[in-house]
């Protein structure tokens, strides 16, 4: 893949890309994410490439409230929300960060390089956004009628869990890792189905 | 066949008197004016149809020597010459087609002149006779391909065959197929021979109880007479007996576990060669079947076959035992009595074989009756606003009365059958009693027989009967089986029309130049849908194709991505004939964009990588977002993780659209291909994806197909097809200036865009 910029084990482009004449149509909306640092002179990356932001100078502080994201001598937004890309597969990596507007801003290919108060306010931003519950026990497991009513102990709290048509509302992440999306919606993530008690196991092998 | 090799005899006389009437005495030498000698096309035609004067008869239509001729049939001699046309005089030919026929009509530069009609048997071949007159008497060559006719039949007895399918029920050779299935078994030859003996095993043991409690009963008569107990004898035969039953049940539980292991081991073997060779066929095999003919090999057909494999086959083969080995004992215990007790076995088996087709009918017309209820049901239920509307409640209800009582009668008479059936197979099976009862116990009172060989028959009796009741029922389901056998051999069997060729070429440097030389092709024979298209594209090239449904666009798409093998001209890549190329290289080096981009089950990040497997993830993400998707897939709950197709997140057209885009642009194909990349979206959506094209494109050769010309405004020439042919072909300006079909269709587009506007 020659064409491809950015090619595998390529340094993270530089922050502060060259600048070109790039779309206006594509660029972030100058309204929600205001560009702070200087002013004037709005910078815009070429708006189809990756833009990779390098850990060493990114900012992320709360500021109001919000997540300020500032990439040091180039410019900041004052509303920047992380997304992992990978959130099942590779959750510590590659978070993209989008503005105000949903507009891409750009990814940090190991968010573990960023200082320390950038990566609290990360962690905070990330557990905002991604409220998946793991089970750590089953108390009780029952099916009736097609429906499983699960009591179990989650890392957020003890909850009851109700899925009607487990076979379509589980995910088989990998051989031993399923997410389960309950009746209204919320989903579970059960992380080894082998150390689950034999009743939920049965359960949920019999829909794999 | 309506299109003949041969001229029949009296038209051959014919044509020779006529032509040397119309040539002089000399017949012309040429057969075809225009026929060059030294291809190997064909030099004349010959046409055959089957309506005359208004009535079913033969006519012919000859065209060769430069003139089209009409003969009609008149019994004996030469046949009367209706027409002799010279081409020269023909301005245009057409098959036009009415109810129940059709007409070959040509128009001179006087008149229109009607020369024969034809029924539907004969359509698309009159179709082709047409369209060959009219290229003929433009100047053309004549070629004729061959054409797939309707009604297939079957070459052994002359049946017509299935459609999807060359097998014929009636021809299949059933000592074949069953040799070819056991083939399948080879890979597993001793659990086979474990199951074979385990069957004879169990065979042999079912003979023993009846036999043993004969035994017993003699025992105790002779205990009783000679007044000496011999319980030490009794206990022996009890012995033997609990021996055999034990022994039985250890062999029906190898031989259960064994057939469920090879069956389900075997269907596993069939239905992988079936999908390996289903992913080797070429496109052109897919065009003749619908998807779920396809799928039925693999899912139905596989199915009958472990049927027969697991049930039937052992079934059968204990069944065949069970009659020999209780013959044997019977006959060998007493003949005489033997061969009578055969008579209710034999008719047994006939009151079956009248009784099951009958049954099968009436059972045939409940379900008719049961799915004309149910449909109905669903009409009126589908439609229950307009019922109500219109108030036709009462209708409805009776209409669905109706045809619920006629699911009601047929019902009753099935099922009346079936009564009437199985109180008249017991008397007959219970006659054997009768019969033994009577004619045995006759000779058991002249001490013929001891009791203990009677109560040996009386058991073995309904063990004898049994297989006569069923014998009738393998025969009909060793036809399905064997049906169901040969259609998935007739898949194994298919050579795909696209093949590697033996010596694959490769060009030394792949560059991306395409030519089109002379190209002509046709899907079904009789219609050509390219025709001479020829055309050279440089590499990096962008080419747009444009043109109404039906012009050809996607015919050249798919013989540059070698679907099909061109049947005129050639295809060269880099200056290689397709034909030649090395296959997988090539499809390396191509992308498609297609009209309906199609996501594989699995997460958004394999189905970006499916053409490349091994890609990073950055890699993956940089495509995304080449093709405007990366924020849309980052937006997702589980971003690049997200499941999509069957049972995954519901993604827009767009969205999916911008997925197939950067699943191209992660191949990063030479040669890229777009097919309506942007049909189906909204104007929004369209630009984006058109800024993720413009990416694409960028150093590729590419073909793009758009309705919306605008889309295609970036490339560097236009190619606008009609009817198969290229009418025109440069610059979007030098179009616009010619005002040809390029320019109409701008025009056309940017009013409807102006109404779209207000």
């Known amino acids: 893949m020659p064409s491809e910029p950015a090619g595998p084990g390529g340094p993270p482009q530089a922050a502060a890309a060259p600048e070109t004449s790039s779309p206006r149509a594509v660029g972030g909306d100058p309204e929600a994410s205001a560009p702070v640092g200087n002013g004037d002179a709005p910078v815009e990356h070429q708006s189809f490439e990756l833009r990779w932001l390098d850990p060493a100078r990114l900012r992320l502080r709360r500021i109001g409230g919000l997540a300020r994201l500032t990439v040091e001598g180039d410019r900041s937004w004052t509303r920047a929300a992380p997304a992992r890309a990978f959130p099942i597969s590779d959750p510590n990596r590659y978070i993209g960060f989008l503005d105000g507007a949903g507009k891409d801003i750009g990814i940090v290919r190991d968010p573990a390089e960023m200082d320390e108060e950038s990566r609290r306010v990360l962690e905070e931003e990330l557990e905002l956004r991604y409220f998946v519950p793991v089970v750590t026990k089953v108390s009780k497991a029952k099916i009736e009628f097609g429906t499983v009513y699960w009591t179990v102990e989650t890392t957020r709290g003890p909850r009851e869990i109700v899925v009607r048509n487990l076979r379509d509302n589980l995910q088989e992440l990998s051989a031993i890792r399923v997410l389960v999306t309950d009746i209204e919606g919320n989903r579970f993530e059960f992380p080894d189905i082998n150390q689950l008690d034999p009743e939920s196991l049965g359960i949920i092998l019999r829909h794999l | 066949m309506p299109l003949l090799e041969e001229l029949p005899a009296p038209v051959a006389e014919a044509l020779e008197a006529t032509s040397a009437d119309l040539h002089g005495e000399a017949p012309d030498p040429t057969p075809l004016d225009t026929a060059d000698a030294a291809s190997d096309s064909p030099r004349q035609i010959i046409f055959e149809t089957d309506i005359s004067d208004g009535a079913f008869g033969k006519e012919w239509l000859v065209v060769r020597s430069g003139y089209v001729y009409v003969f009609g049939a008149d019994g004996s001699g030469p046949a009367p010459t209706r027409h002799a046309l010279p081409l020269s005089k023909i301005r245009s030919a057409r098959a036009e087609m009415y109810v129940g ?32 007159i009219n290229g003929l008497a433009s100047g053309e060559q004549l070629k004729l391909d061959k054409i797939e006719p309707k009604k297939r039949l079957c070459p052994g007895c002359g049946r017509v065959l299935p459609d999807n399918s060359d097998v014929c ?76 039953r034990l022994g039985l049940s250890g062999a029906g539980y190898v031989q259960r576990r064994i057939h469920a292991w090879l069956g389900a081991r075997v269907l596993m073997d069939i239905r992988v060669r079936v999908f390996e060779q289903l992913s080797v066929l070429s496109l052109g095999y897919y065009d003749k079947r619908n998807t779920a003919s396809v799928m039925s090999r693999i899912t139905n057909d596989a199915d009958h076959l472990w049927d027969f494999l697991t049930d039937g086959i052992p079934w059968f083969m204990s069944t065949l035992l069970a009659i020999v080995g209780t013959s044997i004992v019977l006959f060998k215990m007493n003949a005489q009595l033997a061969a009578v007790l055969l008579a209710p076995g034999i008719f047994v088996f006939f009151l079956n074989r009248w009784f099951r087709p009958r049954a099968r009918r009436r059972w045939q017309q409940l379900w008719h009756r049961i799915s004309k209820m149910y449909a109905a049901l669903g009409t009126t239920l589908a439609g229950i606003r307009v019922v109500k509307a219109f108030a036709q409640e009462d209708r409805e209800r009776s209409r669905f009365r109706e045809r619920n009582f006629g699911v009601f009668q047929a019902s009753y008479e099935a099922n009346a059958l079936w009564a009437s059936y199985w109180p008249v197979l017991g008397f007959i099976m219970a006659s054997g009693y009768l019969i033994l009862w009577t004619f045995g116990g006759y000779k058991a009172l002249h001490g013929v027989i001891t009791v203990g060989t009677l109560t040996a028959f009386s058991g073995y009796l309904m063990r004898f009967y049994t297989p006569f009741q069923e014998f009738s029922r393998v025969l009909d389901w060793s036809t399905r089986s064997l049906t169901a056998a040969e259609r998935v051999f007739e898949v194994l069997d298919t050579q795909p029309d696209i093949r590697q060729p033996d010596e694959a070429r490769q060009p030394e440097e792949w560059q991306g130049a395409v030519e089109f030389e002379k190209v002509g092709f046709s899907y079904d024979g009789a219609k050509r849908v390219l025709d001479d298209f020829s055309l050279t594209v440089t590499p990096g090239e962008m080419i747009g194709l444009v043109g109404h449904s039906g012009a050809g666009k996607t015919t050249i798409i798919n013989l540059l991505c070698r679907f099909y093998d061109v049947i005129d001209g050639a295809i060269r890549v880099d200056g290689i004939d397709l034909r030649e190329l090395d296959m997988a290289g090539y ?62 997140q519901r993604l827009s057209g767009g969205e999916r659209q911008r997925i197939s885009i950067a699943r191209a642009i992660l191949h990063d194909p030479l040669i890229l291909i777009l097919d309506e990349a942007t049909a189906s979206v909204d104007t929004e959506t369209e630009q984006q994806i058109q800024q993720a094209i413009q990416r694409l494109i960028a150093h590729r050769t590419t073909f793009a197909i758009a309705h919306r010309l605008s889309t295609l405004r970036n490339a560097d020439r236009l190619v606008v097809m009609k009817e198969g042919k290229m009418t025109e072909l440069g610059t979007h300006d030098e179009l616009m200036a010619a005002d040809g079909v390029y320019a109409g269709l701008v025009k056309v587009q940017t009013e409807v865009n102006q109404i779209r506007a207000i």
Request: proline share 5%.
């Open chain 2, 587 to 648: 499809r390396h080096r191509l992308g498609i964009v297609p009209q309906e981009p199609f996501l594989f089950p699995g997460t958004v990040k394999d189905n970006i990588a499916y053409a490349r497997h091994e890609a990073k993830v950055e890699d993956v993400m940089q495509a995304a977002k080449a093709a405007n998707c990366h924020e849309f897939i980052l937006k997702f709950p589980d971003g690049y993780d997200t499941q999509v197709g069957e049972r995954g």
């Open chain 2, 101 to 132: 026929n059709g007409a070959i009509e040509v128009m001179t530069d006087e008149k229109m002149i009607p020369l024969v009609r034809y029924s539907f048997a004969a359509a698309a071949e009159a179709g082709a006779v047409a369209r060959q």
């Open chain 2, 169 to 244: 029920r009636a021809c299949i050779d059933a000592r074949a197929v069953l040799l070819r299935l056991f083939r399948f078994l080879k890979p597993y030859k001793l659990q086979a021979a474990i199951s074979v003996a385990v069957i004879f095993v169990t065979a042999s043991l079912e003979l023993v109880p009846p036999w043993i409690g004969g035994r017993i009963v003699d025992t105790i008569v002779e205990s009783l007479k000679s007044r000496s107990l011999q319980m030490s004898t009794v206990l022996y035969f009890v012995a033997i007996f609990a021996a055999s």
